[in-house]
């Protein structure tokens, strides 16, 4: 069933163009992420679809039985209410029913009401009734569900009677989308629901919508949750949409294979053109030939020409450099202690970092990650320990509040002010790679947006060129295509990074070391992030076995030294084996994976061969047959493989 529908949809302000013939549809269970690089117009579709914002042209079709709900980008909850009183009442019409029932109860125990027998089998049957619609609304769990809730956005250690007017920014907008998570509209409008929240908090986020009941429509910039959480992508690109079937990977995929066909038709129409327009200037003149020359000239003028595609969107250009190597040993922490006078956040902190490391710095919101990078860069005054930087270490900060720049200078002036020695032809240029043109550069900070500033900072941090770079949240504020210049720019530097970041998709490429802060120091982890959390997870089974262990020799008294010995071995034959079962997953996911991009290749492979230029082509076809039967050869060895992992 379609919940909701967009047809040609259309939105302008004074002469520019947003939205242009958007057309989209979200069906019953159906998980959809809107993607598009910043300014593509994504939230103000959605603001038109939640029937916040009108449009100029076009149709949105909804049942009338059908709810929506709505979170806006950094939308916060404005409440005189308390935390409690404020979840409660989205349950308010089951808190009223609740009372009825109780009403109901108590004229069962009237005597009055018990001398009229018709009278009392009525209140039964009403009772019963309503009790049975009572249960199946949640009458029964609404309460454990806010539980829940909020302890899943991390509320939980929270005293749930505190006004939400006292609450950060963050925190308020957690509330918001946790109220709207209690609502469960049939369709959820999610406009970056990820802003704010750390990663344990994502991963709950995660595996509640993807039990959610209705349909979602959600606006991310973070392609790991996209690949967990969506089936459809629609992506705004020069103000039209686009469907595709899959995550966001799958979409990545697709879209590649799409350009290169429209690549194709749009080049072999340029050549017709070209031999039409040819045709048309040597023979119009001739008499013999000029009523042919008019022919083509009819085809050319009646022809729908084909755009060029866009194979590749603009996107800042950039590199970090070094201005000279530092030593080996570029930061050794010992015994540190971070926060504020009589406020500690972390005690015992000792860790160090060797050249060329990127290092992730990992752990809950709160827990003092960016604290500890104002300590180590000496912005906080450490509160014991020591901090030893290297020789020929030099430092550069990026701040996720981007606090160093200034509000009423112009973007010219914030980097040409600190370079002073540079020409402005060569500051123009900096910032023209990070999509800074023109009268651009002429705009005040304090106006820009929030991508903006952050282009920015990381233009004044490429021009610092240190070997050292310390980043907190680099990538909030991005678009897709932004984060994976900045990726691939600092997967090329040759110095030293140390990063804190929200962004799994970053930090699991990124990363070649986590670091996870907690009250009492740090723990390294030596791999990525996806190898982080396998290892946490195998740390988690093995303190769950060993605490079994202990209350079973509580129970049963302390083991001998053979009994020891012996499940000593059945643990660690129990933990290969479990070792083993992860990678035949993982190895059958590889699979899976392979035997979907091979059997897309070969539908395609095979279209090409249903085409003319194909098919007449001796030499074309063979290679295109070639390859066809190479896939198919693979694609049987990886069933093979597949069904004897799935067997075992």
């Known amino acids: 069933m379609i919940l909701l529908q967009a047809e040609h949809i259309s939105k302008a302000y004074g002469i520019e163009t947003i939205l242009q013939d958007i057309s989209l549809q979200v069906q019953t269970g159906e998980r959809v992420g809107l993607v598009g690089v910043n300014g593509a117009g994504k939230s103000t579709l959605m603001k038109i679809l939640a029937g916040e914002l009108s449009h100029d042209s076009g149709i949105i079709r909804k049942p009338k039985e059908v709810t929506i709900g709505y979170l806006a980008q ?35 125990g009237d005597e009055r009401v018990l001398a009229d027998e018709r009278r ?36 939980a250690d929270m005293d749930l009677h505190t006004p939400i007017h006292t609450l950060s920014g963050g925190q308020k907008t957690r509330l918001a989308l946790g109220k709207l998570l209690l609502k469960a509209p049939d369709i959820l409008l999610l406009d970056e629901p990820t802003n704010y929240l750390d990663i344990e908090t994502l991963t709950w986020l995660e595996n509640h919508l993807l039990n959610y009941k209705g349909a979602i429509l959600v606006v991310s910039h973070d392609r790991y949750f996209l690949d967990k959480l969506v089936t459809v992508i629609y992506e ?15 979409y990545l995929d697709q879209k590649a294979a799409r350009l290169e066909q ?103 919101n709160g827990i003092g990650k960016s604290t500890l990078l104002k300590t180590l860069i000496r912005q906080l005054p450490a509160l014991n320990g020591t901090i030893h930087y290297g020789s020929n270490v030099s ?115 990124m990363a070649t070391r986590v670091l996870e802060l907690s009250p009492e120091g740090v723990t390294s982890y030596l791999g990525n992030y996806d190898y982080y959390v396998e290892k946490k997870q195998e740390l988690a089974e093995r303190a769950a076995e060993q605490a079994e262990g202990l209350a079973g ?27 083993r079962e992860r990678q035949r997953l993982r190895r ?45 050869g693979e694609l049987e060895l990886l069933f093979d493989e597949w069904a004897a992992l799935s067997e075992g």
């Open 74 to 108: 950094d939308s916060g909850l404005e409440s005189e209410r308390t935390i409690w009183e404020e979840m409660l009442s989205v349950f308010q019409h089951l808190r009223e029913e609740e009372q009825e029932l109780r009403r109901l109860e108590a004229l069962m």
């Open 120 to 155: 009392y089998q009525q209140i039964i049957d009403s009772y019963a009734e309503r009790s049975e619609a009572f249960k199946a609304q949640g009458g029964y769990s609404y309460e454990a569900s806010i539980r829940g809730v909020l302890h899943g956005l991390r509320f």
């Open 236 to 250: 705004i690109e020069r103000t039209k949409a686009t469907r595709y079937t899959g995550n966001y990977s799958q």
């Open 262 to 364: 429209e690549l194709r038709q749009y080049e072999k129409q340029q050549e017709e053109i070209a031999r039409l327009e040819d045709f048309i200037a040597r023979n119009i003149a001739r008499a013999s030939t000029t009523r042919r020359a008019q022919s083509r000239r009819k085809t050319l003028e009646k022809m729908e020409r084909m755009e060029k595609p866009l194979t590749q969107n603009k996107a800042a250009q950039f590199h970090f450099d070094i201005s000279r190597i530092s030593g080996n040993d570029v930061l050794k922490v010992e015994q540190l202690t971070i926060g504020y006078p009589g406020h500690p956040l972390a005690r015992e902190i000792s860790f160090s970092i060797e050249r060329e490391e990127r290092v992730a710095l990992v752990g809950p």
């Open 395 to 509: 430092l550069g900060y990026y701040d996720q509040e981007q606090q160093d720049l200034h509000e009423g200078k112009t973007v010219l002036a914030e980097l040409w002010d600190e370079y002073p020695h540079m020409l402005e032809r060569e500051v123009r240029t900096v910032l023209g790679n990070f999509l800074f043109s023109g009268d651009d550069v002429l705009k005040k900070i304090g106006d820009l947006s929030g991508g903006e500033r952050a282009r920015v900072s990381l233009a004044k941090l490429m021009l610092r060129q240190a070997n050292f770079l310390i980043f907190d949240e680099p990538t909030n504020h991005l678009d897709i295509l932004s984060k994976e210049v900045l990726e691939n720019a600092l997967f090329e530097y040759p110095g030293t990074i140390l990063f804190v970041s929200h962004d799994r998709y970053f930090l699991n490429k």
């Open 553 to 579: 020799n509580g129970k049963a008294g302390a083991a001998s030294p053979a009994q020891q010995k012996n499940e000593k071995s059945s643990y660690e034959q129990e933990k290969e084996a479990k070792r």
């Open 588 to 632: 059958i996911e590889e699979i899976e994976k392979a035997i979907a991009e091979l059997e897309e290749m070969i539908a395609r492979l095979e279209a090409e061969l249903c085409q003319p230029e194909v098919y007449s082509d001796h030499v074309k076809a063979k290679e295109r047959n070639d390859a066809i039967q190479q896939a198919k």
